[in-house]
């Protein structure tokens, strides 16, 4: 019996991955999504506008999750209560993302394009993710993972090649691409402090309701000074149409949102930081079947590159050693396939 319980611990923590890599794959493709809807109305909306809109959507599926459900991790007299200290560290993480992360890729995009700052700041969402994930949440990439970063790194600069052309070099360029990878690592703060969290059980509504409201209340406060608190002034030049296109984006950013929320429960921040880069991919798809655009080859093998390197950062080591000493508290050592990861996916359909 003892020479079959690392296996079945390296089982789980298979299981678990897995899960974990097709819910970031759902966040990537719901992403992609969310940009191509707004392709249509993102010129004529004040970029910190939209943001706000789009969070309105979770913003309420998240106030109506916690008034039924009432979770024990925010209730001050509860034994579950993550504490003051928690509760802040999501929504400053939240303001981190959406807030910060916005300021700084709304830069980049205006100092060196859209297909370089895009590049730029996917690669600091797969490179800032790696490094947090080994520095703060001491969970250091595998040697697989360490090689599928290199390579989708190599196939984000692919990518941008094509725009690379058209920036004038300078300190601004460097400004902007700074400005854009430091965008993406903002990202990816939300993800780190919702996998801190959600290595206690049930912390799924609590970690993504938490970051939301961070967010939504900086996007509110910083909407409310840039238009000198006439939020009518903001919106009344919005047509229904322009409307209805940002509800159903934000929607689908919901799906996003709730999707790598759930997935860094499962799997490391690392691995949901690699599959991310997907949206790139999905992205190149839309934009040729959907809007008959054509793809430019560099743009193609670079995208193909990505694919590879998410293929590699997958790949788990086939040595089944668990190490010596109680492992640190993490999600994947303690999932019970059948009933937590169930419990799991029905608190995300919630």
């Known amino acids: 019996m003892s020479d079959q319980r690392p ?30 809807l707004l392709r249509s ?71 060196v394009g859209l297909a370089v700052a895009t590049a730029a700041s996917q690669g600091g969402i797969v490179i800032g993710g790696t490094l947090i994930s080994a520095l703060v949440l001491r969970e250091p990439p595998n040697r697989w993972q360490m090689a599928g970063v290199a390579i989708v790194a190599a196939g984000l600069t692919v990518v941008a090649l094509p725009g690379f052309g058209s920036i004038q070099a300078g300190f601004v360029a460097v400004l902007g691409f700074l400005f854009s990878f430091g965008a993406g690592v903002c990202y990816t ?91 790139i991919v999905f992205g190149i798809i839309i934009a040729w079947l959907v809007f008959h655009e054509e793809i430019a080859a560099a743009v193609i093998i670079g995208a193909a590159i990505i694919i590879a390197g998410v293929l590699v950062a997958q790949k788990r080591p086939t040595d089944r050693v668990q190490p010596v000493g109680e492992p640190p508290l993490n999600f994947p050592n303690t999932i019970n396939p059948t009933t937590d990861a169930f419990q799991a996916m029905e608190e995300g359909r919630k």
Do not use: C, H
């Open 7 to 36: 296996a079945t611990g390296w089982a789980k923590t298979r299981s678990a991955a897995s899960i974990g890599a097709m819910l970031a794959l759902l966040a990537a493709a719901s992403y992609a999504t969310v940009n191509a």
């Open 41 to 111: 109305v993102a010129a004529d909306v004040d970029p910190f506008a939209g943001s706000l809109i789009r969070q309105l959507p979770l913003l309420v599926i998240a106030s109506v999750a916690l008034l039924i459900l009432r979770p024990p991790a925010l209730r001050p007299r509860s034994a579950e209560f993550i504490g003051a200290k928690w509760v802040g560290v999501l929504m400053v993480a939240g303001v981190i993302s959406f807030l910060v992360g916005n300021v700084l890729l709304f830069s980049g995009l205006d100092w």
């Open 189 to 279: 703060i939300s993800n780190a402090a919702s996998r801190t969290v959600q290595r206690r059980p049930r912390m799924f509504i609590t970690a993504l309701a938490m970051t939301n409201f961070g967010g939504v209340i900086a996007l509110v406060i910083t909407v409310a000074v840039r238009s000198g608190g006439r939020f009518d002034l903001v919106y009344s030049a919005l047509t229904p149409s322009q409307i209805l296109v940002l509800v159903l984006a934000g929607t689908v950013n919901a799906v996003a949102l709730a999707s790598i929320t759930l997935a860094v429960r499962f799997t490391t921040v690392t691995a949901v930081s690699a599959l991310s880069s997907m949206v």
